[in-house]
């Protein structure tokens, strides 16, 4: 602009004569002026109350009907019905929040027969200042000068690669020095002059929510505390603070420092051409708070790293190939003709030649060669080295985001605990009274949730062996059909549909357990809201781990374990047990990780993307039957669609729960059983490159903005991350061991120096008094023909073990090397730390003098304004709006 400036008045100057220079520079300077001001000016704020200064931080909405036939109806029915009491509960509710200072303005909107109420909340300046130091909200004390970047471009740029990831995000929010708000140290905060802007949006959200959570409106004994209890008895509609403006970008040019923070994330993070692109975490820090920024960090950083885990897995494939064309053992059972007469398979089967399973064979060779064992002892490696680098990452934004010490001591209790305990305590590290629950009673409620979680368990398991029965009967049924294309491929069907009836009943038994686990955590009363989540993870991954691993566990170690031999089978409930197909078990096992994993993600990934547009047509189709019209307003002007209208058509944020499970499952889906199917890490990088955008998607444009929660770190997912790597590390080395060809394979070769006759050193022969009609079969297994093991079993059994303990031990070993090697803090966090703590205490340090009468003063507007909040009498008319005059001043 002001090249353009500078070019127009040179321009003028030479044509123009000197007595219209003057006249015209003055045009052109105010026209440049108009130009830039049309670039660059802010869109207009319209979160704000009818007079148009006021900001909105929240807003509580209710629905009634206004048919009169059904209003008559319900006042004919006892003065106690539900109507009356929620009416009560309402008013009651909007009393206190009055009489705790919150300014309240109420909208009422007439949408065919249904009344939609809403009430915008504000809280005075006073209000935050009281509420930011008891919830130990952090404001900045001094920028950080210190420039951002990660390690990919570092990289990137020292071998002078273009970075194709890197963006020019407007608006970067900058990064503070900060420490705990005192309304008495104010002076010393940064932006302390502007009462307006001195909260950042977020943090009025937080104070309001905690208001909203700790508000009675009814008996406490009976927990009748809180805003989320009034929207779950339906008492209210929905509460939400308000989004930004809208997501669309504006239909004319604008300069990208002009949008509002809402429109720069939609643009730079949720479009799809974004996919290459690193993700904007300050500005979703910003924006959604620190655990939704800190789970998309997470899920960027793991999606990173996958994709040398698929490059390597995608090698191992292509090995496998290489080994299905010229591996000798397939050679000679594809050319053995009638050579092999196989065993029945079932009571009612007949006998079959081994040449028949050819490709079926060669297939198995994909999934069961000499690289998954390199590809297990990577993975192993490569899950420990990610969960330290991200701890790493997870001390940079915690410090970078104020929140580095909150677990340990700004984290307050929950607004429902804090209601509802019992009594009161000293906190032992800040000293202040705090509520309490009694341990013994909280073990003993513990006590009865694991008791609700074994009954589940329990239920998986009968479930588990009912889908075994079902493979067994089904496959018996379609060897009676004398179809001969589904006798030759009855296993694989039955394999096949019984992995899809195994996922439909996992996704079930999904839905009904989180449910219970939420009832049950909240009964056991945790103090804190990391606590309640730990808990509540910690019940519902136990039970989906028992729920999606327990099929493919007992394909990995036990099927086929327990069939006994021709003339001695065993048996359950009559039906002979499950043997592993005539390819193996490794290819079943692949079959079904790939059902369930693959078939899970293709399943949420629709849901993600149609199920909240769906919801969000028909949500904004029941609230548009007729054109808006607002009671307050004057009849003769239609307004347009104000932002609380707007805001109530979106849908309920539904929290990170189920995307952080997603991910976990599939973190152990690509680890615990990666040797059976090294295409994993490949379809999992592919499903989190689409997920990225639709968490986004719905963040964005979908949800009603969520209440700011902050955290630490990802919390307990961490340990259960962790828990998932050693597990990994020994589920591999069974499945080399037990299930893979890899080491038989091995010990044939040691013994016969070359792989021609493995597949009859396979083999077994069956006794002769199962033999009908002189015919002599076949069957896999180490046996002679009396039935008894042979010492080559024997020599394999000490081999297998013995590598079982090699393995785990190598593999561990390295990874506590690696875990010792990479620092969980790194250097330069550890001084920005303690530079933090020095500032933190030179601008709270008691270094001036106040007189005696300003102390009490501010002690006794605090001790009011507690009482005020706390006391259960109050009742005052939520129809009236404090005056904006009295905003600084404490309620009396």
Known sequence: MLFLEMFLLRSFSEVCTHGYQLFILIFIMEMCSCLSQTCAAPQENKNVFSDGVTRIDFVLVWEESVNPLKSAESNELSSGSSHDTHRKWRTEFLSRLQ??????????????????????????????????????????????????????????????????????VPNLPPDYYTCQFRTNKLERFLGNENKDTFFKTTQRHQILYEILARTPYGALKRGEVGVDRLVSEKVLTAAFPLHEGPFEMPKTPVDPQSLNMRQIL??????????????????????????????????????????????VGFVIFLFGIWQMVTDVPAEELCSSGDAFVMCPLCNICSYWNLSSICYTYKAGLLFDNGGTVFFSIFMSLWAVTFLEYWKRTSSILSHRWDCSEFEEIEERPRPEFTAL?????????????????????????????????????????????GIILYRSILSIIIYRSQNAFFIFSAGRIA????????????????RLYTYLAQILTRWEMHRTQTKYEDAFILKVFIFQFVNFYSSPVYIAFFKGRFVGYPGNYNTLL???????????????????LLVIMVGKQVISNIQEFVLPKLKTWWHRRKLKPAPSKEVIDEPDTEPEINPWETN???????????????????????????????????????????????????????????????????????TILQFISYLAVISNAFLIAFTSDFLPRLFYRYNAGSMSGY??????????????????????????????????????????????IIFEHVVLLIGRIIDWMVPDIPEEVEIKIKREHYMAKEALAENQSLSRTVLEEVERQTSELRRRIQSPTNSISPSSSPSPDHEDKPPS
């Open 495 to 510: 394999s096949l549909t019984g992995s899809m009836l195994n996922l439909l009943v996992i996704l079930l038994l999904s």
């Open 266 to 311: 939609h643009h730079y993070w949720a479009c799809w051409a974004c996919w290459k692109k690193y993700q904007p975490l300050d500005h979703i820090r910003e924006y959604f708070g620190e655990k939704i920024a800190l789970y998309f960090a997470w899920l960027g950083f793991y999606t990173g790293w996958l994709l040398p885990a698929a490059v």
């Open 421 to 465: 305990a019992p009594m009161t305590v000293r906190n032992p590290v800040t000293g202040a009274e705090e509520p309490y629950f009694p341990e013994t009673q909280r073990l003993s409620r513990t006590v009865t949730g694991n008791m609700v979680i074994i009954l589940m368990i329990a239920m998986v398991l009968i479930f588990l062996m």
């Open 99 to 168: 009489a705790a200072g919150l300014h309240q303005e109420m909208k009422e909107v007439v949408q065919g027969k249904t009344k939609t109420t809403y009430v915008l909340l504000s809280a005075p300046w006073n209000v935050l200042c009281y509420y930011a130091e008891e919830i130990s909200i952090r404001v900045p004390l001094q920028v950080v000068t210190t420039p951002i970047s990660n390690w990919s471009e570092n990289i990137l740029e020292k071998l002078h690669i273009p970075n194709i990831m890197a963006q020019d």
């Open 759 to 804: 597949v009859n050193f396979t083999l077994a022969v069956a006794p002769a008094n199962f033999t009908q009609s002189q015919t002599s079969c076949r069957y896999r297994g180490f046996r002679d023909e009396k039935g008894q093991h042979t010492q080559d079993y024997f020599h394999l059994l000490a081999i297998r073990l013995s590598f079982v």
């Open 648 to 718: 109530y058509q979106l849908l309920v944020c539904e929290g990170l729960f189920d995307e952080y499970l997603e991910m976990v499952l599939q973190f152990g889906f690509i680890t615990i059983f990666v040797a059976a199917c090294p295409l994993a890490p490949l379809f999992a990088l592919i499903n989190n490159w689409v997920e990225v955008r639709l968490d986004a998607q719905k963040f964005v444009c979908e949800y009603r903005r969520p209440v700011v929660e902050r955290a630490q770190d990802i919390g307990i997912w961490l």
């Open 574 to 592: 009559g039906i002979r047990n499950e043997d592993c197909g005539s390819s193996g078990c490794l290819i079943e096992l692949a079959q079904e």
